[in-house]
């Protein structure tokens, strides 16, 4: 039983693949309350499932790249429960599995991009082929820089239209594509390891100033 779930976008998906399917998931879209709604999420898909902790075999988790804060919640929690549960985690770009969903619409025709907010008036960004494979990326930049033809999807395309205005769906994550991806082995497989891109906001103080 493989539980998968990212916060590395203002949702927080869950969802349980039992290896044929997918049994159960849950999103809640809010930028603000990662640490708050990862854990009922996950207690919720596993009651919807009857699912004990010792019934999970692996973890699949969204490694960004995202904001500091909810990302590290994402990524804390899938290796503390592997840890705990002496089971594997694996971990895959976000941006893939956003790419995923988009090629299996069949509406993506051609390359494209998928850009998610990274705050500060820019996007994190990468490039896919039609069947939503990743060519280059990711980065993080402002839109201005990324913008050109391509279809765009992701809510990077919905935050900044004049630089994106060919929206696609999906517009965040689908954990329930996370698990599958995984299942299958159709995606990059990583070390859970966060992919920020850029420094956190926080950084330790400097050295005190000589007070003359």
């Known amino acids: 039983m493989l539980l998968a779930f990212d916060t590395a976008t203002p949702a927080v998906t869950v969802a349980l693949h039992d290896g044929e399917r997918v049994v159960a998931e849950s999103t809640r879209i809010d930028a603000m309350r990662h640490g708050e709604l990862l854990a009922p999420g996950i207690s919720s ?30 990524l804390v929690t ?17 941006l893939d599995v956003l790419a995923a969903e988009a090629g299996d619409t069949g509406m993506v025709v051609e390359d494209f ?4 907010d990274a705050r500060r008036k820019e996007v994190y960004w990468a490039t896919y082929d039609e069947h939503g494979q990743r060519v280059d990326g990711p980065y993080v930049a402002k839109p201005a820089n990324v913008a050109g033809e391509q279809p765009v999807v ?16 999906p517009e965040n994550p689908s954990a ?12 990059a497989l990583l070390d859970p390891e966060p992919l920020y891109l850029r420094r956190p906001d926080v950084a330790p103080p400097g050295k005190p100033k000589r007070v003359s």
Do not use: K, N, W
């Open 45 to 74: 898909v596993m009651s919807t499932a009857g699912v004990l902790r010792q019934d999970l075999t692996a973890i699949a988790v969204g490694v960004g790249p995202g904001p500091f804060t909810g990302l590290r919640v994402g």
């Open 78 to 94: 899938a290796r503390t429960l592997a840890a705990v549960l002496e089971i594997p985690v694996y971990g895959v770009c976000t």
């Open 113 to 116: 991009v998928v850009a998610t």
């Open 154 to 169: 992701g809510r990077g395309a919905l935050l900044y239209p004049d630089a994106f205005p060919r929206y696609l769906p």
């Open 176 to 187: 329930a594509v996370l698990a599958c991806a995984v299942t299958v082995e159709r995606l």
